[in-house]
């Protein structure tokens, strides 16, 4: 059952236009995610959040920023798309206790094609 | 550079057979986890076995882990085509929890 929703699914635009991609979990869970995947399935993770608040921002372009109005949601801004950002952009909620302590849970991902 | 790695790179099996995929990590764990992402999807948690558990299993699946040897494997038994899939392991633990996967490997399941 799916619990962290993403939108769109799909999109493709052009280089040097701005695009924004939605995440909002309904697992009640404090920390999001947003991991990158390339063509060849290798994840890497880009930001996390922790109610609301960064706590882990890896090397990434300034171009890419996100964005966060309250803890089940968490959006991703690109300003000035390069082609190097054709990826799947996959948003992950992780929970506080027991098991979904360490386990995350993603969405179904974003996929952005950069023409 | 990868914290994890998965081996073999690819697998092709036929529907019934059992198979293999083993993870090599280089950090220390509190957990070893297992994914499975199916096209179009994303990763789905399949196992999660403490640094102080030698085996577990779930339902078809059996994941082993050696800390010494710093390995893992997981087996699926009875494979089935929607086992089609590539498959992640991914040491847990730490500060900030960041969770790194393995490059993945693609297991291919053929009736």
């Known amino acids: 059952e799916t619990a962290v929703f993403q939108t769109p699914n799909y999109h493709v635009t052009q280089v040097g236009n701005e695009v924004s991609f939605n995440c909002k979990q309904t697992?009640?869970?404090?920390?999001m995610y947003w991991y990158k995947q390339d063509s060849k399935k290798l994840l890497k993770i880009m930001f996390s959040y922790n109610n609301k608040q960064l706590i882990v921002n890896e090397t990434v372009p300034r171009r890419f920023s996100p964005q966060s109005s309250d803890k089940a949601h968490l959006n991703l801004r690109i300003k000035s798309v390069e082609p190097e950002d054709s990826a799947v952009y996959l948003c992950a909620s992780r929970g506080l206790g027991g098991r979904d302590a360490e386990t995350l849970y993603f969405g179904s991902g974003t996929r952005l094609t950069v023409l | 550079s990868q914290l994890a790695e998965e081996n073999p790179w690819a697998l092709s099996v036929h529907e019934g057979e059992s198979v293999t995929v083993n993870c090599s990590y280089k950090?220390?764990?509190?957990?070893l986890q297992w994914y499975r992402q199916k096209s179009g999807e994303g990763p789905a948690q399949l196992i999660l076995i403490r640094s102080n558990e030698r085996e577990k299993r779930n339902g078809r699946l059996r994941a082993t882990l050696d800390t010494s040897s710093q390995s893992s494997s997981l087996s699926i038994t009875a494979t089935r085509c929607e086992d089609t899939a590539v498959y992640f392991c991914a040491p847990s633990g730490g500060s900030n929890y960041k969770l790194t996967f393995g490059k993945g490997t693609l297991l291919t399941v053929t009736p």
């Open positions: 950090t220390s764990i509190t957990a």
């Open positions: 697992l009640g869970h404090d920390t």
